[in-house]
T-cell receptor
Framework: DAGVTQSPTHLIKTRGQQVTLRCSPK?????VSWYQQALGQGPQFIFQ???????QRGNFPDRFSGHQFPNYSSELNVNALLLGDSALYLC????????????FGNGTRLTVT | GQQVMQIPQYQHVQEGEDFTTYCNSS?????IQWYKQRPGGHPVFLIQ?????EVKKQKRLTFQFGEAKKNSSLHITATQTTDVGTYFC????????FGTGTRLKVLA
């Protein structure tokens, strides 16, 4: 039973570039949430996708966008990268019901130079 | 918006000592979830509390949810080196708000 898988594991980009991160949820999960975790901080909610639509969004600018595919996998896109976007990006899947525990992937470490 | 504060930020203990981290909110929480993140790893779900005054135990770990549902605590009895990591509390229904975490170091 595969857990949450994310790719790539590490990425280095230059300011102004665009990046796409990918996530496959745990088997049996239909909901994907994305979090940004800066060093020494707790995960910050970016958005959640359910039934291929954005169900909830955190306080992130429109440069952050996402998509969910029919097989429940998801992508996070960030445009016009800033140095401050450097962080660990975590994908978490769940069953989509209220209060459902989150199962996190290993994350993508993004460095913007 | 809803905020969850966690204290302390860091805690160093000798192996065998007890450890407690606290999670506080200014608003009533619908639930509280606890996660553990090992160094270099990802958060792993430990437990969820939803009822006022609820207490749950997992071996050496005891979790409490306050009567007013505005605070929670995680207590570890007789810490071991395997307890090292950062403990996060979080709350929400679909959108989870996490605390800043308590980083635990256990000295052998």
């Amino acid at each position: 039973d595969a857990g949450v898988t994310q790719s790539p594991t590490h990425l280095i980009k230059t300011r102004g570039q665009q990046v796409t991160l990918r996530c496959s949820p745990k088997s049996g999960h239909d909901t994907v949430s994305w979090y940004q975790q800066a060093l020494g901080q707790g995960p910050q909610f970016i958005f959640q996708y359910y039934e291929e639509e954005e169900r909830q969004r955190g306080n992130f600018p429109d440069r952050f966008s996402g998509h969910q595919f029919p097989n429940y996998s998801s992508e996070l896109n960030v445009n016009a990268l800033l140095l401050g976007d450097s962080a660990l990006y975590l994908c978490a899947s769940s069953t989509g019901t209220k209060n459902s525990p989150l199962h996190f992937g290993n994350g993508t470490r993004l460095t913007v130079t | 918006g809803q905020q969850v504060m966690q204290i302390p930020q860091y805690q160093h203990v000798q192996e065998g000592e007890d450890f407690t981290t606290y999670c506080n909110s200014s608003t009533t929480l619908s639930n509280i979830q606890w996660y553990k993140q090992r160094p270099g790893g990802h958060p792993v779900f430990l437990i969820q509390l939803v009822k006022s005054g609820e207490v749950k135990k997992q071996k050496r770990l005891t979790f409490q949810f306050g009567e007013a549902k505005k605070n929670s605590s995680l207590h570890i009895t007789a810490t071991q080196t395997t307890d090292v990591g950062t403990y996060f509390c979080g709350s929400g229904t679909y959108k989870y708000i996490f605390g800043t975490g308590t980083r635990l170091k256990v000295l052998a």
